[in-house]
C-alpha cells in the first residue's frame, strides 16, 4: 500500500511539472515568486491580456507586466482587530531591456497595508522596482 501511495504521489507530481511549458530561446522568460501567505498571479503584458497566471513570456524589449498580488496584513498592522484583512492589489512593473533567452524573477511581498514588486536577473540582481495600482480589501 505505501509503494503504490508513493507511486501516486510522483506521478502528480511529475504531472504537474509537465503543465510549464519549455522557454522559448526568442523571448524573455518571467518566473513569479511571493511569500508562503500570499498569491501572485500574472495578469497584463503592454496592456494586453495574459492568459498565463504562473510566469510571463515576453518579446525582448521595453514591456510592462501588470500582476495581480492577494495578501493579508496582520492585525497588529491594523489596529484593535481580531482577525487578519486580506487585500487585493494590481501592481506595474517597467522594464526597458528583456533579452531573449534570458530568465528573471518578479518577486512581491508587502510591509504592513504596502505592497512591492522586485524585478531580478539569473544573478539575482535588481533589475526593476514596480509601482503600486489600485488595492481593495478582499
Known amino acids: 500500500m505505501r509503494t503504490l501511495l508513493l507511486a501516486g504521489g510522483l506521478l502528480v507530481l ?12 526568442n ?8 511569500q508562503p ?12 491580456s495574459w492568459d498565463r497566471t504562473r510566469y510571463f513570456e515576453v518579446d525582448p524589449g521595453t514591456r510592462e507586466l501588470t500582476v495581480r498580488y492577494q495578501f493579508t496584513v496582520d492585525p497588529t ?27 528573471y524573477r518578479l518577486e512581491a511581498g508587502h510591509i504592513g497595508f504596502r505592497p512591492w514588486a522586485k524585478l531580478y536577473d539569473q544573478d539575482n540582481r535588481e533589475l526593476a522596482r514596480g509601482r503600486e495600482g489600485r488595492c481593495a480589501k478582499v
Do not use: H, Y
Request: net charge negative; charged share 30%; with cysteine.
Open 77 to 103: 498592522n491594523i489596529g484593535p482587530v481580531d482577525s487578519p484583512l486580506w487585500r487585493d492589489c494590481q501592481l506595474n512593473l517597467k522594464f526597458k531591456d528583456f533579452s531573449a533567452g534570458q530568465r
Open 14 to 25: 511529475s504531472g504537474c511539472s509537465l503543465l510549464m511549458p519549455t522557454p522559448d530561446p
Open 27 to 34: 523571448r524573455a522568460w518571467v518566473d513569479l515568486d511571493t
Open 37 to 48: 501567505d500570499a498569491d501572485l498571479a500574472a495578469v497584463e503584458v503592454d496592456d494586453k
